[in-house]
């Protein structure tokens, strides 16, 4: 990973990519203690000039929540944020519209997932719900018209864009649901 302007990422790969192309890029060194995934718009691709010992590559940019996780990335990069706790669960960055509702409530709250994995998700709302309350998250995968409902705690309230959810109600019915609505949303 390397980086020049605030959210610009360069990378190098021999999968090029065009101007304006939406690429998802999965990013690890070995300050990092698991991979992370970001979503990035192409800016340019080269290919590879053996002779001149240039790699093939390119550069993306990042813009909202994706570029709060390349600051991110550059402060562990940089020894300035030094991390230990490794994910189980990969998350995978996606944008979509979903409700929200306390537990026990009927007043739902419309928001987004920004990142999401068996484990929890990047839940994006104005209206963040406590550290520790128990919700209900609605999610309508692509070419259904039911949503699925999970139930999740908060966990991480440091983002501030929203908040971080562990799904709590995984039985395996229910996992290999999950599975299917997130391959579904990453594909979309």
């Known amino acids: ?10 990378v190098f790969t021999t999968d090029s990519f065009e ?3 939406e690429v998802l890029t999965e990013i690890y060194f070995p300050e990092l203690p698991g991979k992370m995934m970001v979503r990035a718009i192409g800016t340019e691709w080269h290919a590879a000039r053996p002779r001149l010992r240039v790699r093939a590559g390119g550069m993306l940019r990042c813009t909202g929540t994706e570029w709060r996780k390349l600051e991110f990335l550059r402060k562990v990069a940089t020894s300035e944020i030094k991390l230990t706790a490794r994910r189980r669960h990969v998350r995978l960055p996606v944008l979509v519209e979903v409700s929200w509702r306390l537990q026990g409530s009927t007043d739902s ?3 987004a997932l920004s990142e999401i994995s068996e484990g929890g998700a990047l839940l994006l709302t104005a209206e963040p719900p406590p550290s520790g ?5 609605e999610i309508t995968p692509p070419g259904s ?3 699925l409902e999970v139930l999740a705690v908060v966990r991480n309230t440091d983002n ?6 562990e799904f ?3 039985d395996m019915g229910g996992v290999h649901r999950l599975r ?5 949303l990453v594909e979309q």
């Open 1 to 10: 990973m390397s980086t020049g302007e605030a959210n610009a990422l360069q």
């Open 180 to 184: 299917e609505v997130i391959r579904r």
């Open 133 to 137: 309350s128990e919700v209900i998250v």
């Open 168 to 170: 709590l109600a995984r």
């Open 160 to 165: 501030p864009d929203g908040v971080g959810l």
């Open 109 to 111: 709250t419309i928001a």
């Open 19 to 21: 101007a304006g192309e």
């Open 145 to 147: 018209a039911r949503p």
